[in-house]
């Protein structure tokens, strides 16, 4: 594949935070899509206008060497370890250090049904939430639940925007965003994805809090729904020395988590939890 021809404004589709995306127009691959991992990283300005990078929050502010290509690395492994799985993906190949190539596919979503009346918006697309323990957002929804206890992988569908926003599976279906059908079968697949993640990091004795994936329909005439976009240590919660009670609660909890509140807002973090580049360096060379 010639990345320079590809590389091109005439075939860019489109950029986000850390991928640019690109259309094959020719070759081998004709037809597909090209995903560029770039170096940029997310975070924010110090008091002095430094970068500080934190994959927690949506605003680039620089970018971090080599990033794109320890991201393709990482991303490359999950896909292939799914491939032989069997479980359906978008992934097709690796064909540099920061470039994929990808089927078409559209994300999970709907046109805004009331485009004539200001305020109306189309949902673009979903984002799915696994839950293996009540971390993050979802222990914030619900405080009565114990900091780390675990979860039955608990699946969550959230519409996908400058602020991501829950949405309940009865409003799914009662919008015709999916039928009920569609969203027990996303329930189970979500899961699935989920069960091999977690195996894996577990044989690396590590244990997965929660995810965060994106699903698709191929373009390939059968409307099947796949796993789309990217698997992401950035989207991953993952920790360290894990030990399971009787309760169904983490013996390191009382040691690991803190959690505070800052008037009405709570926030809860894991001392053993894995940052992104810690995840990237163990599954990134392979």
């Known amino acids: 594949m010639d990345l320079k021809r590809l590389l091109q404004e005439k075939n860019f589709v489109a950029a986000g935070k850390s991928k640019e995306i690109y259309r094959i127009p020719s070759g081998e691959y004709r037809g597909k899509y090209a995903f560029v991992f770039t170096d940029r990283a997310t975070g924010y300005l110090d008091a002095e206008g430094r970068p500080v990078f934190d994959p927690g929050c949506d605003v680039v502010v620089g970018e971090i060497p080599g990033k794109g290509a320890i991201a393709c690395r ?75 206890t675990d979860l039955p992988r608990v699946v969550e569908a959230w519409t996908k925007g400058a602020t991501d926003q829950l949405i309940t599976f009865e409003a799914l279906a009662a919008t015709g965003a999916l039928s009920r059908t569609e969203i027990r079968r996303c329930e189970r697949f979500v899961q699935r994805i989920a069960a091999v993640i977690h195996d894996e990091f577990a044989r690396h004795g590590l244990h997965v809090l929660d995810g965060k994936i994106e699903l698709g329909r191929t373009r390939a005439g059968d409307g099947r729904i796949v796993l789309i976009d990217e698997i992401s240590p950035d989207v991953l919660r ?30 809860i973090s894991a001392r053993n939890q894995l940052s992104a580049a810690e995840l990237e360096a163990i599954f990134a060379s392979r």
């Open 74 to 148: 990482f991303a490359t492994h999950f896909f292939r370890l799914l491939a032989k799985m069997r479980v359906p993906t978008h992934y097709v190949a690796t064909v540099a250090d920061d470039v994929m190539v990808v089927e078409p596919a559209v994300p999970l979503g709907m046109p805004a049904r009331g485009p004539e009346f200001p305020g109306a918006a189309p949902l673009q697309n979903l984002e799915w939430t696994w839950r293996e323990s009540a971390m993050g957002s979802f222990w914030r929804r619900y405080p009565f639940v114990r900091p780390c």
């Open 238 to 267: 993952v920790c360290r020395g894990y030990r399971p009670g009787r309760q169904g609660c983490c013996l390191e909890a009382v040691n690991c988590i803190r959690t505070r509140v800052e008037g009405e807002r709570r926030r």
